[in-house]
């Protein structure tokens, strides 16, 4: 089982090809099904990511995180 601290990393690694999808490997399983999904308030900028692999199914919520650009 992959540590928060690893899948913050596989996080910042996938954050920074946004917006161009990312074929990097799962911290947990090695697949490359990584998602991420923002909420957060219309606007605002900030808000929770989700972000998880569609193959294991772990993952990591993390809040008060910087929205990428659109």
Do not use: K
Not at 26 to 55: E, K, Q
Request: charged share 20%; aromatic share 14%; with cysteine.
């Amino acid at each position: 089982m992959a540590s928060f601290d690893e899948w913050l990393d596989a996080y910042e690694v996938v954050y920074r090809t946004l917006p161009a999808e990312s074929d990097h490997q799962c911290p947990n399983c090695g697949h490359r099904t990584l998602r991420m999904v923002f909420t957060g308030p219309p606007g605002a900028g900030y808000g929770y990511v989700s972000f998880w692999c569609d193959t294991c199914l772990e993952g990591i919520h993390v809040s008060r995180l910087r929205f990428p650009p659109e």
